[in-house]
Nanobody, 123 residues
Framework: QVQLAESGGGLVQAGDSLRLSCAAS????????VAWFRQAPGKEREFVAA????????DYADSVKGRFTISRDNAKNTVYLQMNRLKPEDTAVYYC????????????????WGQGTQVTVSS
């Protein structure tokens, strides 16, 4: 099992940047695919980005492609989400999720989740 903890959220203005972190408890973190999801009030949780176990493969939602970058440091058991040129529509609670089998899937397919971190982008 793995426990995940997100951090780095906050209140920023449109055009600003934030870097989210997802710290894992497991020393076998390199065995997990990791993804970021987000959920805005009144909306379903949606996929944002995913990264493979060795970071050789990444994938992004069209809405964030070119603005967000997912990366990982397995030595630090941490996955990052660098968010640039933030927009008000990026406002949501951001969650990281991990799974040993799923590279990119629907939220229900991931076994492990963090508690989320709030990102608010003002216009």
């Amino acid at each position: 099992q793995v426990q995940l903890a997100e951090s780095g959220g906050g209140l920023v203005q449109a055009g600003d940047s934030l870097r989210l972190s997802c710290a894992a408890s497991s020393r076998t973190f390199s065995r997990y695919f990791v993804a970021w999801f987000r959920q805005a009030p009144g909306k379903e949780r949606e996929f944002v980005a995913a990264i493979s176990k060795s970071a050789d493969r990444t994938d992004y939602a069209d809405s964030v492609k070119g603005r967000f970058t997912i990366s990982r440091d397995n030595a630090k058991n941490t996955v990052y989400l660098q968010m640039n040129r933030l927009k008000p529509e990026d406002t949501a609670v951001y969650y990281c999720a991990a799974d040993t089998y799923i590279f990119r899937g629907q939220s229900r397919q991931y076994d492990y989740w963090g508690q989320g971190t709030q990102v608010t982008v003002s216009s």
